[in-house]
């Protein structure tokens, strides 16, 4: 019976004593003289399955002594139940069959290699213990999140990758053009002709797909964008790559509160959905990359997230009897530093930070009756600091033309995005999650590149 | 009571005579001397409510009467079932309250529109009844895409957006870059320097995640993409956008049959969720943009889909007894009219033609034994034509390398493709479905851009 490795392990009893067919790649190889195991691995599931061979029962013994780590094989063999061992369940081969071989060059041999090297090899790391987890936990997240709003009937929007809005102010953009590099068109005053470039005019890459979320959220009330986004940062940290994902919720009728319950929501679900379909990768994290990731998961789980603002959060930090490296002032942004004393010290909790200075945050966010703050929220917690930020949008198109021209937005290339408060305008909210940051949270993976299949980097892009 | 229109459709019943709060938009609005009547849409439901409001139960009724269409409102008042007329319920008003306006100059007056003048407008046009049903499916077809595959534990990848591969081979690309135009860094010999570029070489706008996706299989067996892909191609056709979206499956330990297996499994599964969880859209488009869509899509779901080999197809067509346009010849491409005469004339079914020859198909596809065709497979359906593209990949390593030569495919760029063959390769197989293609099967919607929410074409890069 054919089979795949999952199967088995989701129910070993079922193939009890069965001849079963297996494929995938040999992980680790041990021979004796008469005997030999074989741990086999499928990429259907985080777990290998041992494979027992021995040289009286099984054809061409000699040959699959040779068989090198990495190659792919074929066992055909029997389930053999084997309750009083750590593994309780192992193939007894009748036959092993090569498919593709792998040398002795091949990269990943079953020993200890540092992230840098597998970064080389990103082609072939999702075949180690820890990018597998990874990368099956990256899949799963993502799914829990098409899950959790699909299931509310938010609509998906597929916002434009491609844009010519420069006013969208969250970041330096890549430049994407047709023009002939050496052959530029040039108008009469000598500056670039784009009207000969593929749109006629300059192009980018999108920052963000909010603003085109706001126009479906005042049509379909509920939506949410998940979709990569770039940023052209010549920024090398651990936290930063030029090209990422981003959900972006938005929520029409909705004030920041409503915006709060939904990011708590969820954050909730998409931790508690991972912690229960990834159950072996989450405790491999737990075991040998973040000690204490599963306690922290379900601390969040069961923990109210508390509420802040950013004038009270800035007053716990100045009597806080710590010495910050970055001094903490009213009208700042929060350091790192400053987000971990919250949510660890402080608050031991996840922490909605709102009612932000006016002018730390961007030109869309909804002025407080104060004047001076805006109704904005990020969400710090415990390992990570800020995971999402959102706001309550100006709905009120005087307050966001006058923001606009304070803060050089230009109104030419967003006067659409304006008439969402010409016509039918009403209160709404949404916020912006950067999925590999979620997935840092999770995974207990310090390094963004490392939780990206192939990642884009300044002066990095391999594959 | 606070509610949606789409909770009150679930189950009018639960509410009878209970007084409800809505909030949503005026679609219509007429009113009389002592009464009037508004359509309410709240965004998360196809559907409209009847909000009927009268002189002597409304606060402030002559304010009612001013409201115009395309306006917020809230709408106090109390479910009434009106089981006798086609409308089996409405809203009797007690309070209605404006939001936000929407002055005479509100582009989506409730009269017929050009999809020319919408596209003009994208940014209002989901507030319409075609582009409401239209993008409220293309969410429910993603979502059903992700489920589709998740459900049998396909690992999801993201796979690279910016690329420095320019031998994918599918298409003209997109320029990536920051350099500033107007001062190009120059090398000795007068040419660009690219080292001086963001990611330190030449990049693109991805056109395919096949690739990457193979390397993935390689590990995790089945996984699939779905993400945005380009193609910097200046043609202004009804199906071709600069800017779209795509599935890309690939299996390991498979072969062009699994494929096949796969690619119908897929689509039935697509097609019946949608019909399923998108019922009033479904119905909309059967009555108003292609009739007989729901007989077409329930025909497809209950048929087996047919096999012929290209050759084969070839035959039949020079056997029919018709005047093509594009005379049919063994060794050549399919025009549409083929496509359409084998889908709706010949077979009327869906039909899959499989082992193309080998020259009008991409260096990965795998050889035949005949020396001469490749195992490619593309799926056609009544209607539309090619929906679907896949192959067996070329897993023997030899045979690999001597087609890139043959393509003048650029092997420094893609050695660590290679490496899927040098270590532990396995057949695999896989496809690309086009997501705006299929949307445009599944709605009858014609024109690409009316099933992208803003869309991107030559010279066309609005919002």
Do not use: C
Not at 53 to 59: A, C, L, P
Not at 256 to 263: E, G, Y
Not at 402 to 412: A, F, I, T
């Amino acid at each position: 019976m054919q089979l795949t490795i999952r199967k088995i392990y989701e129910d070993p009893k079922l193939y009890k004593d069965q001849e079963i067919i297996l494929q995938g790649w040999i992980r680790n190889h041990r021979d004796q003289k008469d005997f030999g195991f074989i741990n086999l691995n499928d990429g259907t599931f985080f777990e290998t399955i041992q494979v027992v061979y021995e040289r009286e029962n099984t054809d061409d013994f000699e040959a699959i002594t040779k068989l090198t780590v990495g190659s792919s094989i074929e066992v055909v063999g029997r389930l053999e139940l084997t309750p009083e061992r750590s593994q309780p369940f192992e193939i007894k081969a009748k036959k092993v069959t090569l498919i593709g071989g792998a040398d002795e060059t091949y990269p990943i041999q079953p020993k200890r290699h540092t992230r840098e090297f597998l970064r080389e090899v990103a082609h072939l790391r999702p075949r180690t213990n820890l990018f597998s987890a990874v990368f099956r936990v990256r899949s799963i997240a993502a799914y829990a999140i098409h899950k959790f709003f699909q299931e509310q009937h938010f609509v998906y929007v597929h916002t434009p990758i491609i844009t010519a809005n420069d006013g969208e102010g969250a970041g330096e953009m890549f430049k994407v053009t047709t023009l002939n590099m050496d052959k530029l068109p040039r108008k009469e005053d000598g500056t670039i002709d784009y009207s000969k470039d593929f749109f006629g005019k300059e192009a980018n890459l999108t920052v963000t797909g909010q603003l085109e979320g706001e126009a479906y959220a005042m049509a379909f009330r509920n939506i949410y964008t998940f979709g990569p986004t770039f940023r052209a940062e010549n920024s090398n940290t651990m936290t930063h790559a030029s090209e990422f994902w981003m959900i972006e919720p938005e929520i029409a009728f909705a004030d920041i509160f409503d915006n709060m319950a939904l990011i708590e929501d969820m954050v909730k679900y998409v931790v508690a959905y991972v912690l229960k379909e990834a159950k072996e990768e989450m405790e491999f994290f737990d075991k040998f990359v973040e000690k204490g990731l599963l306690q922290k998961l379900n601390d969040l789980l069961h923990s109210k997230f508390n509420r802040v603002t950013h004038e009270d959060a800035i007053n716990i930090l100045l009597n806080a009897n710590v010495k910050f490296e970055n001094k903490p002032a009213q009208g700042r942004d929060l350091a790192k530093e400053h987000e971990k004393f919250l949510t660890e010290k402080h608050f031991k909790s996840p922490v909605f930070v709102t009612d932000w200075p006016k002018d730390i945050k961007a030109f869309y966010m909804r002025l407080n009756d104060d004047g001076k703050t805006v109704a904005a929220v990020d969400l710090l917690v415990p390992g990570s600091g800020e995971l999402v930020g959102g706001s309550q949008r100006e709905e009120r198109i005087d307050l966001l033309l006058k923001r606009m021209e304070e803060m050089h937005v230009p109104l030419h290339d967003l006067d659409w995005y304006v008439d969402l408060r010409r016509y039918g305008g009403a209160k709404h909210a949404g916020f912006g999650l950067g999925f590999e940051r979620f997935l840092i949270y999770l995974t207990g993976v310090e390094n963004i590149r490392d939780v990206i299949p192939f990642p884009r980097t300044p002066k990095n892009i391999l594959f």
